[in-house]
């Protein structure tokens, strides 16, 4: 799918024709610069590589640089990967926010905001011990048994415990284009996107 990389700016509100208060998330949408054309003779498929936001050379190691400047770029800070663009595209080529419509639909990725350790409660959604009688004490969030007895005498891989929550790729589909201002590359979608503000995310098509 054809897309662009974008930076989360916030949330906001909106009204439509009907009067009804929208929550809507505001993109920083592009520009963005054809980094590297692939092609499936060479590389066995063909994708567009995209670079995000400008990096400066000192702050590259020197297989990015060799990348930027085998390819005559401006060295960028984030690069993705996308399919399926309708025009044909050459290096050098900077993608705008026009690239998208008012009222069609894309898919957002990016990474969820990171929680650290949570417990059962919190992460998967357990009720807990439920109550505090018959002598119990500080179980009320607590997990409950996790294992069987001396047979199978371990614990099932893929059970619900305590651990990291959040910071993980996820992508949220058919968000509807509200706005588009091109003289800002801001993108305005209906609904919310994963990441923190000022997280970088990529919107397909």
Avoid: W
């Amino acid at each position: 799918m054809s897309g662009l990389i974008g930076k989360k700016i916030g949330m906001t509100s909106l009204y439509d024709e009907g009067g009804n208060n929208l929550a809507c998330t505001v993109i920083q949408a592009g520009p963005c610069v054809v980094t590297q054309i692939k092609s499936k003779d060479k590389d066995g498929y063909d994708s567009v590589q995209l670079g995000f936001l400008n990096k400066k050379e000192n702050k590259l190691n020197k297989a990015e640089l060799g990348h930027f400047k085998n390819t005559k770029t401006t060295p960028k800070q984030n690069i993705f990967e996308f399919k399926n663009f309708e025009n044909e595209l050459n290096i050098g080529d900077v993608i705008n926010v026009d690239h998208f419509n008012e009222g069609e639909y894309v898919d957002v990725s990016g990474n969820s905001k990171g929680k650290g350790f949570q417990g059962v409660v919190k992460r998967h959604g357990f009720a807990g011990v439920g109550q505090s009688t018959h002598g119990q004490h500080n179980r009320l969030r607590a997990p409950g048994s996790i294992g069987a007895a001396s047979y199978p005498a371990r614990v099932f891989k893929g059970m619900r415990m305590a651990g990291q929550m959040g910071n993980e790729k996820v992508t949220v589909q058919n968000l509807k284009v509200i706005k588009v201002v091109p003289e800002k590359n801001l993108l305005v979608l209906k609904g919310c996107v994963p990441g923190h503000k000022n997280s970088i995310i990529t919107i397909r098509k």
